[in-house]
């Protein structure tokens, strides 16, 4: 990455705001979340944590760490990883550059392949260009909760490993 570039991708990440964040995804939005999660894990035995972070660090966004890079950097730091069955998933927003990343356990990941997650993640994007924030995470959880249900499904009541509500950085 040339030195424009990076400046350019610094300057995203530093212009982008709180406000910005807040009405893409305002208090109701993150509540409407935090229920589709906890209202889906009940039916399979997959644990969902989603993380907005309305922009990289600066040091990141410089040094040109990858969405991907990010999402599983925050897989660990946020403990996905760290699940009873190895059926964490972790659904990370960066709203500065309007990018999502799909990370899953090695549970998960030996079942779903990764063009299915990427599916999901076009769901969100595709929504988010349009401004539909809240509508394209929701449909978006929805179908994790369904290839969850299809691959995982509930086998009695299980203690909630991750927080249901959504991290905002």
């Known amino acids: 990455m040339g030195f424009a570039q990076r400046l350019r991708r610094a300057w995203?990440?530093?212009?982008?705001?709180?406000?910005?964040?807040?009405r893409?995804?305002?208090?109701a939005t993150?509540?409407?979340?935090a229920e589709a999660i906890t209202q889906g894990e009940q039916t399979h035995r997959g644990e969902v944590r989603v993380v907005v972070e309305r922009a990289l660090p600066l040091d990141c966004a410089w040094d040109g760490v990858?969405?991907?890079?990010?999402?599983?950097?925050?897989?660990a730091d946020c403990g996905v990883w760290d699940t009873e069955d190895n059926c964490g998933v972790?659904?990370?927003?960066?709203?500065?550059?309007?990018?999502?990343d799909i990370v899953a356990d090695r549970g998960i990941d030996r079942r779903i392949d990764r063009a299915?997650?990427?599916?999901?993640?076009?769901?969100?994007?595709?929504?988010?260009k349009q401004g539909r924030f809240h509508d394209a995470t929701l449909?978006?959880?929805g179908q994790v909760n369904d290839l969850l249900r299809q691959?995982?499904?509930a086998d009695g009541a299980r203690p909630n490993e991750l927080p249901d509500k959504p991290l905002m950085l």
Not at 12 to 22: D, G, N, T, V, W
Not at 30 to 33: D, E, N, S, V, W
């Open 90 to 100: 972790l659904i990370y927003v960066n709203l500065a550059e309007h990018k999502v």
């Open 30 to 33: 993150l509540r409407a979340i």
């Open 12 to 22: 995203r990440h530093l212009s982008s705001s709180k406000a910005e964040a807040r």
């Open 139 to 141: 449909a978006a959880i």
């Open 151 to 153: 691959h995982f499904p």
């Open 116 to 128: 299915t997650w990427q599916a999901v993640c076009r769901t969100m994007t595709e929504g988010f």
């Open 24 to 27: 893409a995804f305002p208090d």
């Open 66 to 75: 990858s969405n991907r890079e990010r999402a599983i950097a925050l897989f």
